[in-house]
């Protein structure tokens, strides 16, 4: 069953160019409600308890390294059929795969440095939003 609301971070590479308000303007204008949202540069620890789902794969450890490099902004947006339409919005994880006119279209530069980071489910959305803020943090 689609909830509606969905987790995102904005990750260190489109934060450091710059891109952090064209990419909210975006989800604002495809109609998602941001309930909670912080600016927040993660630990290695605290990146590596995030994507602890992905610790046996290969790419772990350059991942937590990247998600550590800098600073992040973590948000829980709300709409309906959430999970699915800003999966949509934000476009193939590779950029070079992504429609033209999604934020990994416009602001990723490779695979690993793809600008932006959306839940897959709707159970890993709440995992993901609860893992970054409480309950008292969301407005609405």
């Not at 995102?8 to 949202?37: C, E, R, S, W, Y």
């Not at 948000?75 to 919005?89: G, M, P």
């Amino acid at each position: 069953m689609a909830t509606n609301r969905t987790f995102t971070m904005i990750k260190p590479d489109a934060v450091k160019a710059g891109h952090t308000g064209a990419i909210l303007a975006q989800i604002n204008k495809a109609g998602f409600k941001i309930i909670a949202m912080k600016l927040t540069h993660l630990t290695p620890s605290v990146a590596g308890k995030f994507y602890a789902v992905h610790a046996e794969r290969p790419f772990y450890g350059e991942l937590v390294e990247f998600m550590s490099s800098g600073p992040i902004v973590a948000a829980i947006l709300e709409k309906d059929n959430a999970v699915a339409d800003f999966r949509k919005l934000i476009g193939a994880t590779n950029p070079a795969d992504a429609e033209a006119g999604t934020i990994r279209a416009l602001y990723a530069t490779s695979i690993g440095e793809n600008a932006v980071h959306g839940a897959d489910s709707d159970e890993n959305a709440a995992i993901e939003g609860s893992f970054h803020f409480s309950a008292d943090q969301m407005v609405g």
